[in-house]
């Protein structure tokens, strides 16, 4: 067990700082630095709700190889995953980004404006249920090509049945810390009352959410041990 919760699910910190200066910060974009620093900045230890730069190249290259062009995020808070979506896009890509919280938005706003790429993103400041029943009603069913969620996990499973309508036949949906600092894995009767209230009922959730996605035979799944735990669910169904 790790001695601290933390948003990776690697168990040395020297890995951790060596994985990232030696191959991610390098390759980051400015304004994604610029961005992730403001973000710490502001949220202090709250700014780790951003993805890691590790898994933003990852999603990076993976909307690459997709070619994808309409995309869906789910929880966006300073914009981070958000702007390394929006940066990797062509040109006339839309990006949908969900979030009630417009003032976390908003601190990312102008590092996404500065990179050029604002006009892809519309920005709903909305609970997530209500945003993509619009969309559902609105006729726009099979029609994206990617969805990145990270948001209230307890709710997981619910968007699951929205986005699986929301997203085309062999598009991707990519649901984030899955793995919750590795806490998925430990024994109920050998955590200490310290470390259940540490690491919160959300583990609990994501176990359930991973318990059900390996047995949803709408999707191929791959489950990732990158960041804090991503999924990845291809649609076949």
Excluded at 6 to 35: D, M, N, V, W
Excluded at 87 to 111: C, F, M, N, Q, S
């Amino acid at each position: 067990m790790k001695d601290k919760f933390s948003c990776t699910i690697l168990q040395s910190e020297a890995l951790t700082k060596y994985l990232l200066e030696t191959s991610a910060y390098p390759r980051e974009h400015e304004t994604l630095k610029e961005l992730r620093n403001a973000s710490a900045e502001k949220y202090q230890q709250l700014s780790a709700m951003n993805v890691p730069a590790d898994e933003g190249q990852f999603i990076s290259l993976l909307l690459k190889v997709m070619n994808a062009k309409k995309t869906i995020e789910v929880g966006v808070f300073t914009g981070y995953s958000l702007l390394v979506t929006a940066l990797a896009l062509p040109h006339d890509a839309k990006i949908v980004a969900i979030d009630p919280d417009r003032e976390a938005y908003e601190t990312g706003l102008p590092y996404i404006e500065k990179a050029g790429v604002a006009h892809k993103i519309q920005f709903i400041d909305s609970d997530a249920k209500t945003a993509m029943n619009g969309f559902i009603d609105n006729g726009e069913e099979g029609t994206f090509d990617f969805a990145f969620v990270d948001a209230d996990k307890e709710n997981y499973v619910n968007y699951h049945e929205q986005l699986l309508k929301l997203v085309k036949l062999g598009g991707i949906i990519a649901y984030d810390n899955t793995l919750w600092s590795g806490t998925v894995a430990l024994v109920d009767e050998e955590l200490s009352q310290e470390w259940i209230d540490r690491i919160g009922e959300h583990r609990i959730n994501l176990r359930k959410l991973n318990t059900f996605l390996a047995a949803d035979s709408r999707i191929e799944l791959a489950h990732l041990s990158i960041g804090d735990g991503l999924t990845l669910c291809r649609r076949v169904k």
